[in-house]
C-alpha cells in the first residue's frame, strides 16, 4: 500500500463557532503553511433549510460548503501539508479525502464571549445568533467528536493551539523556513 508522504497530506481542522478556526488558518498562513478557512464566501454560501431543522446556524439557512470548488481544491496536489478549517453540515462528504479530522473545542462560555466580541456583521455577533449556535453545541459539538481523530483545546491563546496542533500531527519539521 503506498502511503502519502507527510508533507502531502491533507488535514481538516473543525470546530464550532468560535473554537478558533479561522484565527488559527491565519497563524497558519504566517507560518507560511498552505492553510485555508473554508467558512469563507469563495468555499461555502447560504442555502434554503427547512424552518424546523434544528442543526443549521440560522432559521430556514444552512451554511455549507461549496462542493465543487472544495472537490477541486482537494483534487490538486499538493507537495506540503495541506491545513483547511470550517465546519458545514456537508462535510462528511469530504472526510474520506483528509489523512485526519482534528477537532478546536473550548468551553461554551468561552466560546460565547469569543462571539460577543467579533464585529457587526459577523456570525455570531447577535444575542439571536449566539442562542443558536448555544443550541448547535448541545447538539453538533458531539457529533464533531465522534468523527474527530484528535481533540485540541483551543480556550487559549492561538499560538498555543497552533503549537498543539503542529505537534499533534507531526509538523513542527514541516514548518516552512523564511525565503522559502
Not at 468555499?43 to 446556524?57: G, K, R
Not at 458531539?142 to 498555543?160: I, M, N, Q, R, W
Amino acid at each position: 500500500m503506498n502511503t502519502p508522504a507527510p508533507q502531502s497530506r491533507t488535514y481538516l481542522i473543525t470546530g464550532m463557532s468560535g473554537a478558533g478556526k479561522s484565527s488559527v488558518v491565519r497563524e497558519l498562513i504566517a507560518l507560511g503553511f498552505d492553510a485555508i478557512d473554508l467558512d469563507s464566501a469563495q468555499w461555502s454560501h447560504w442555502v434554503d433549510a427547512a424552518a424546523d431543522d434544528a442543526l443549521t446556524p440560522e432559521q430556514g439557512r444552512d451554511w455549507v460548503w461549496r462542493e465543487d470548488r472544495v472537490a477541486a481544491l482537494l483534487a490538486k496536489p499538493s507537495r506540503a501539508p495541506r491545513l483547511l478549517a470550517g465546519t458545514a453540515s456537508n462535510m462528511a462528504a469530504f472526510y474520506d479525502r483528509f489523512d485526519a479530522v482534528v477537532l478546536l473545542s473550548a468551553s461554551e462560555d468561552c466560546l460565547l464571549q469569543r462571539l460577543r466580541e467579533r464585529g457587526a456583521g459577523e456570525y455570531g455577533s447577535t444575542q439571536a445568533q449566539r442562542a443558536a449556535v448555544r443550541e448547535l453545541i448541545a447538539q453538533v459539538e458531539p457529533l464533531l467528536h465522534e468523527s474527530a481523530d484528535l481533540t485540541l483545546d483551543s480556550s487559549g491563546p492561538v499560538a498555543a493551539t497552533v503549537r498543539d496542533l503542529l505537534r499533534a500531527l507531526d509538523l513542527t519539521a514541516a514548518l516552512p523556513t523564511p525565503g522559502r
